[in-house]
Structures are given as C-alpha cells and as structure tokens.
C-alpha cells in the first residue's frame, strides 16, 4: 500500500511539473499571458520541499523543461521537415530529441534546490530565514542557472514582459536577467504566504518586503525614463519592403534559376517604387532580399545601382558576396548602398557573425567537410568579424544585426559600443512556417532597445515588421505571410547611448552569485543533516 501511496504522490508531483511547465509557454508570444509566469514559482519551489531523490527532482524539472519546448517550440519540427526533406514522422522524433536538450535550465535548478532544501532542517529556521532564502536565495540560484545555461534560441523568462514598459526600463541598468529575478522573487513572496512548503506558524506577509522593494525600484525607475526619454534630434524616415518570397522561391532563386531571380527582384522593386510616394529617408530591405553574389554579378549590381541613383534614396539590403578568405564561401550580408550628392554611388557593407548551425553551418564541418556531402540542405557560408557599423551621408551612424544576432545580448552590445544612433535588423524568418516562431523571435528583439536605449528598425521577409523605439515601445506590426510597405519614423538621439548595460554588460549576474556566495558561507553556520 506504501509503494502505491508513493506512486500515486509522484504523479501528482509529475502533473504539477508539466503544468508548470504549461505556464511559462503560455506567458510568451503567440499567447502571451505572462501574469501565468508569476505562478510558476510557487509551484516548483513546493516541488522543491519534497522529499525526493536527486534524479527525482530531476525528472520533475525535466518534464517542466520538455513541456516549455513542446508548447513553445514546435515550429522547430517544420523546419526539419521543410528544409530537411525529412518525413513529419522522423522530423518530430528529432525534435522530441531537441526538446530534451533545450531548456535543462529547469532540472538542473529544481536538483540543485531539492538538494539544499534536504539538507536543511527545516525544523529549527526561523521566518525571517525562510523570508530570505526563498525571495532572494532561490531567485537568485534560479537566475543564475537560467543565464548560464546556454539555449540555440536565447531567453529568459523575464522576456514575457515585453510589452510591459512601465516595468521594464530598468533593464538599461541591470540586463533582462534581473525581469527573471523579479518575476522569481513576487512568486515565491506569494507561494511563501497562501501555499506556504514550510512548518510556519502563520502567514509571513514579510516576504512581500524584497520583492516590493525590487518592483518599486523598476517601476520608479521606468516611470523616470518614460518621462525623460534620450534626447532626439531628428527623425528618419524608413521604408521598410516585405515582400514575402515563399521559402521555396527563395531556395530556387538562391540556386541561380533565373526566372525566380528576376521574380524576386521584379516584386522589391515595384513595392519600393510605391513606398517612395510617401517620401522616405531609407529603404530597407530583409535579410538575403537579393538572391545573387553582390559585387560579383555585374549586369545585375549595374540594374540595382541605376534603380537606386533613379530613386536617389539610400539603401540598406540583404544579400550575398563571395568570402575575401575563402573563394568557395559566400557571405550572408547586409549593404547598404547610397546615392551621394556629387552623383557617386557609395557601398558599405556588414558580414553575418553569428551563424545559424544547421542552417547557414554544420557544426564541426570545417573538420569533416564530408558532413555537407551528406546533408547539401545545409549551407556553408563564412563567418563575419567584424561589427563596423553604416553611416548615411547625412551622418547617422547605423548599427546592423542579422537575424538571430538580434537576441543574443552580449553581441548586439559589440555592435551598439561602435557609437551608433538606431538600429537595423534585417531577418528571414519564411522558414519557419504559420507557426508562432515570428511573434516569439521579434519579441525577443524589443529588449536589445530596452537595454541600449537605441531605435531599432525589425525588416522581414515575410514578417513580422516592425520598429521599437528608444523606451521599448513596440510600433503596430505587419502580418505575416502578407507583402507589404511597412512605414516608420526612427527617432534619432543627439548623440550614442551609454546605458550601464551597454559599458558594463552582465553585472547583475555577479551580483547574484555574491549573494549566493554570502548565503553559502551563513550556511555552513548551521547544522546540516
């Protein structure tokens, strides 16, 4: 009867995980109901507080781990099946293969604080002590983990409150980390008080102290910037093309068919000779718009020039070029090519950084070149170095990121120290399908503006298209799978930003682990089981 009692008490537990599980996917795009993410602490730190075994705990947190991937990542499965050519039966087992993988951010903190949990004896703390450790020890370790645990798609769960910018603006201060923290903090405040894991005699409403004291600090904080925004001083008006090149267009045209090409640069150019009836500054184009060697194909570079010196507006796009180091490679590119007023046409170019394994790269393949013999769906390309940003003969300087690199924080921050102004992001997310991959992916990007207080302009090829301003403020953005003119005004600072997440990155992390390393060495002044 005692193994069936325990059966049934571990599926409770179980169920409890993937429901927590289940909150955090909900709280972010396309459901976005992150008010769900402040519930997910009460339930994993009462997991926590059971008595189970490491591996136990470890499963708990990994059913919660594989239930955020399910829910939040499934699009991954077509890809596989699209650009794999891989039955959907084969590319849903590698995905669940993925999932496992993905976020073990959550088992490895559920083991870690099920551990110290045990070998505390609960029996002889005091309120004031389980105050502490569970609204600034256990957020702090949840952080912690959650920052070093590296993820293909980079977030936090802090991220799901991209829309709230009452809140949000002292991530120019402490990184998105801290949202997470705060997030982890008011949730165990509140699992503490009504669903409290420990023997306590009655409520301890003095657990709401740091966490009100933490979102005090972020709401006061972001009311000051709402109401001192960086001082602009001009605007400049962007035409943003979507053109909406199908995934399947857009391999022909990149595999040199030359109806396709001329298809795909017919449809950019009769949107752009539209969008100029409303008189912009800019015109960008998305990632990889041109589907030909730029600067290597010289009938189509002179066709793109004289449209360009026609429209006599300056350009930035999308494309490729063969590599400067290796003949055999090509570069994912940006350009941005400018009519100048003595009648010359000015390139400046940025070369991807980041690049998407598995799609622009197969990982370890420079070592084993035979993997792209049998996988030719991968792409090769070369790897950027450099982070140079544009400047607009007017002398607005523009930092340029390419897709992906516009959610990895410690590289748009390489880019924004250049001393630039705003920010263009060119993206194709076409291979991702009507999936929620879109809305997840560009709202991710609104915190790289949160953080360096710089504009960004988001062009995609078939959405979603948008801009963010200084203060994180999403404008209205396109539908996906729609061609369309998406037009915008890029507020200007006088000068670059310097936020202190921009000078000194991830300080907040150490803060963190000096308050473990504080609670540790309290610690050892108890008596352990």
């Keep these: 009867m005692s193994q069936i009692h325990l059966t049934t008490k571990f599926r409770l537990l179980s169920l409890l995980s993937l429901l ?128 070093f645990f590296p993820k293909i798609f980079p977030w936090y769960l802090g991220h799901c409150l991209y829309r709230w910018t009452f809140v949000t603006q002292i991530v120019e201060i402490t990184g998105s980390l801290f949202l997470s923290f705060l997030i982890y903090s008011l949730g165990s405040a509140l699992g503490l008080i009504f669903f409290c894991p420990v023997p306590l005699k009655k409520s301890p409403w003095e657990a709401l102290i740091i966490p009100c004291f933490l979102l005090s600090l972020a709401l006061g904080f972001s009311q000051y910037r709402l109401s001192h925004p960086p001082e602009t001083n001009k605007t400049l008006k962007v035409a943003v093309i979507q053109a909406n090149i199908g995934s399947l267009e857009k391999i022909h045209s990149e595999n040199g068919i030359q109806d396709i090409v001329d298809q795909v640069i017919k449809k950019y150019i009769e949107l752009t000779e539209t969008a100029l009836k409303s008189n912009p500054d800019l015109i960008v184009w998305p990632e990889t718009a041109m589907p030909y060697s730029l600067g290597h194909t010289p009938s189509r570079d002179q066709f793109l020039m004289s449209k360009i010196k026609h429209w006599q507006r300056p350009l930035i796009t999308g494309g490729y070029t063969k590599s400067d180091r290796n003949y055999f490679k090509d570069y994912n590119g940006a350009f941005l090519i400018e009519p100048l007023k003595n009648g010359e046409i000015r390139v400046q170019s940025y070369m991807k950084n980041i690049l998407l394994a598995f799609g ?32 607009l003969e007017d002398g607005t300087t523009l930092g340029i990121t390419i897709c992906y690199e516009a959610i990895v924080p410690s590289f748009y921050r390489k880019v924004a120290n250049h001393s630039i102004q705003g920010m263009i992001n060119l993206t194709n997310d076409s291979w991702f399908g009507p999936t929620s991959e879109p809305y997840l992916h560009g709202s991710l990007t609104v915190f790289r503006s949160l953080e360096t207080k710089l ?20 404008s209205s953005t396109t539908q996906v799978y729609s061609p369309q003119i998406f037009l915008t005004e890029l507020k200007i600072p006088i000068s670059p930003p310097q936020t202190i997440y921009l000078q000194y990155g991830d300080w907040f992390v150490l803060l963190l682990i000096l308050i473990q390393t504080l609670f540790a060495i309290y610690f050892k002044r108890f008596k352990v089981n």
């Excluded at 059971?50 to 829910?71: D, N």
């Excluded at 993905?102 to 551990?115: R, V």
């Excluded at 504009?455 to 999403?474: E, I, K, Y």
């Design 360 to 391: 622009e790269y197969f990982p370890m393949g420079d070592f084993f070149p035979v993997l792209y013999k049998y996988f030719p769906q991968v792409a090769d390309f070369e790897r950027g170095d450099s982070q140079k940003p544009v400047t």
């Design 20 to 147: 927590s599980g289940v909150l955090v996917f909900l709280s972010f795009e396309k459901f976005n109901l992150p008010v769900l993410a402040f519930l997910f602490p009460i339930i994993f730190n009462w997991l926590s507080m059971r008595p189970l075994k490491l591996k136990r705990a470890f499963f708990l947190g990994f059913l919660t781990s594989f239930t955020v991937m399910l829910g939040g990542f499934y699009w991954v499965t077509y890809v596989i099946h699209e650009f794999g050519y891989l039955p959907w039966s084969l590319s849903s087992l590698i995905f669940l293969v993925f999932a496992g993988f993905g976020a073990l951010n959550f088992p490895i903190f559920l083991s870690i604080m099920s551990f110290l949990n045990q070998k505390l004896d609960s029996s002889n703390r005091g309120k004031w002590f389980w105050v502490l450790w569970f609204t600034l020890f256990t957020p702090a370790v949840f952080a912690v983990v959650e920052f």
């Design 455 to 474: 504009p960004m302009v988001r062009a995609t090829n078939t959405g979603l298209s948008f801009s963010v301003d200084s203060l994180g403020r999403q």
